[in-house]
């Protein structure tokens, strides 16, 4: 309930009553009697909480004083209410823990959301998938906006597993409609006969740049799975830009953002905006429409496929930067490589196993560094976002970002799950921000070995998190939602927990959520702190994150979230 202080008496009365009141879970404003204000509002006054600012000068304050979206005051409750006056919104914290808003530089709230995706969710823990007939039958009739039947959620293991073509089960499924079901990871998808058909895939296909079809070693025939960019030239197919699908997408990013909100995030990164199929234009409409609750940075996607020159043009012509929109485009998202679980990730030295057709056996390229380094130099108003999880796809990259020379640039890495210790000193020195995600399972010790059958006694670190931290680099930690949880509290625990490559404090965890998540966004100036002069993207938790015991993080609840003072969310 938003209430306003209209006269010094009633402030007086309101806080001598509130004191003797019993506590509530939430944090709350301060009544009064409806009548014409005496003077006019002077925002909002933050109160009675744990505050942490993630400003080092100042990590700790009493209230926090907010005038049109824009912290006034950080510091003592006195001084606060002293120079606030007494039209002043009194916000009583109850006790609660405010800090600023999280910012999650890597994350796909579009995709994950949109109903165009498919209405086929598959269990990743099903382990035979011939019980997935059954329920694709079901759920094939649902598919929205197209004559494919769209789904995802399943492991590939499953399928490589099978006793027949996972390309036979799906046809069994779904025999008169193309099919395409995207695996767990993002980076596979399953199809059937008739999207293999329409796609003019065979067994004479030769691998796209940046993927693998996977053929069966008898017959040389299309299996129905295919790797990273192989996927791609399917999708291209389905997910078209009609004003159908564009709705959709729509609707779903409006979903997201709830989502997102109630995990106390204020600023995102669209990990893929892939521009051919318009998705900039569902969060310019949602901005347009007041809805977007979030500040938004787009991170164009850079196609293997498609002609340089065509695409470095069509990427610039799409720079967006304006200081009065909370959407903004100045990044690009390129791929180096694949993942591990398909052998794609690119390795300095071969896979013990592989699990389809690559030359050298050391993983492939989406963009080789030659081609990433000429994106690089010729975009230089763009920082680039780089997907690296080999540590071949790792030392190309920063030899991309050397070679093309941008000292001002603030180019990062995302995923970083095997870095050659030569590297670790090579992200301070350059200057490349080091993106990690530590949520998701296959990331802790106790699962490293997981990754033992393809690449050995390299799979241990997995995401060396303390080891990048203590060369100096920057760090951000982000989730990749929708393949991880977004609970930011998750990654948070786990970043503590992760021993021996956990973070040293949990201030450092909470400043690689915020403050350098910033920098990435190059909004350091205006957000990531509550600091005099930024905005008032705040958020009130049911705990302190600094007092609570590590085991413990990952059950935070968020009681609130603010953008520009403006509150977006409310558990209540």
């Not at 787009?298 to 196609?303: G, I, K, P, R, T």
């Amino acid at each position: 309930m938003v209430i306003k202080m209209y006269n010094l008496f009633w402030v007086l009365m309101l806080v001598l009553l509130s004191a003797c009141s019993e506590k509530d879970s939430q944090p709350t404003t301060t009544a009064v009697p409806d009548r014409e204000p005496d003077v006019a509002a002077t925002g909002q006054l933050f109160f009675n909480g744990d505050i942490y600012t993630v400003n080092e000068q100042q990590p700790w304050v009493e209230a926090v004083h907010v005038i049109d979206g824009k912290i006034a005051f950080a510091g003592s409750e006195t001084e606060a209410r002293s120079q606030a006056g007494i039209g002043v919104e009194l916000v009583d914290l109850d006790g609660a823990m405010m800090m600023p808003g999280i910012q999650d530089v890597h994350m796909h709230p579009l995709e994950a959301k949109s109903p165009f995706a498919g209405t086929c969710v598959l269990s990743s823990t099903e382990d035979d998938p011939e019980n997935f007939v059954a329920e694709l039958k079901v759920c094939a009739p649902d598919q929205l906006a197209t004559d494919w039947v769209l789904g995802s959620g399943h492991s590939v293991f499953t399928l490589l597993d099978a006793e027949r073509l996972p390309v036979e089960i799906l046809d069994e499924a779904i025999p008169d409609r193309p099919a395409l079901i995207m695996a767990e990871t993002s980076h596979s998808v399953w199809v059937n006969s008739k999207a293999l058909a329409l796609a003019g895939i065979d067994k004479n296909t030769p691998n796209p740049v940046g993927g693998v079809i996977v053929k069966d070693a008898d017959s040389g025939e299309p299996t129905g799975l295919l790797f990273d960019a192989a996927g791609d030239v399917l999708m291209s197919l389905v997910w078209l830009s009609t004003a159908e699908i564009k709705k959709l997408n729509y609707q779903g990013l409006l979903e997201a953002l709830k989502e997102v909100n109630s995990y106390g995030i204020t600023s995102v990164v669209e990990g893929r905006t892939y521009w051919k199929r318009e998705f900039q234009d569902a969060w310019f409409q949602a901005e347009r429409d007041g809805k977007l609750t979030v500040r938004a940075m787009l991170n164009l996607w850079a196609y293997p496929a498609e002609d340089d020159d065509h695409q470095i043009a069509t990427i610039k012509s799409l720079y967006h930067d304006k200081p009065d929109s909370l959407v903004r485009i100045r990044q690009v998202k390129v791929y180096s490589d694949g993942i591990l679980i398909n052998s794609t990730a690119a390795m300095l030295e071969a896979y013990l196993e592989t699990l389809g057709e690559i030359p050298g056996k050391n993983g492939l390229n989406y963009f080789t560094e030659q081609r990433l380094a000429k994106y690089i130099r010729e975009l230089g108003d763009f920082d680039f976002h780089i997907h690296a999880i080999g540590d071949r796809g790792v030392r190309e990259s920063l030899n991309a970002i050397e070679a093309a020379g941008n000292a001002e640039a603030r180019h990062r890495l995302t995923h970083l799950e095997v870095v050659n210790i030569d590297d670790y000193l090579r992200f301070k020195s350059l200057g490349v921000i080091a993106d990690m995600q530590v949520a998701g399972h296959f990331t802790q010790p106790e699962n490293w070995n997981e990754n033992e059958f393809l690449i050995g006694n390299r799979s241990s670190p997995l995401v060396p998190l303390r080891s990048l931290y203590h060369t100096g680099a920057k760090v951000t930690l982000s989730s990749d939602w929708d393949v991880s949880t977004l609970s930011p509290f998750v990654g948070m625990q786990n970043a503590l927990t992760r021993k021996p490559q956990n973070m040293p404090d949990m201030a450092a965890v909470i400043k690689a959520y915020t403050l350098t998540p910033a920098y990435a966004l190059r909004q350091e100036a205006t957000t990531g702190s509550i600091e005099v002069g930024k905005y008032a993207d705040l958020i009130v938790l049911d705990q302190n994150l600094l007092e609570v015991a590590a085991t413990q993080v990952s059950k935070t609840k968020v009681l609130e979230t603010y953008l520009a003072g403006k509150r977006v969310y409310s558990a209540e």
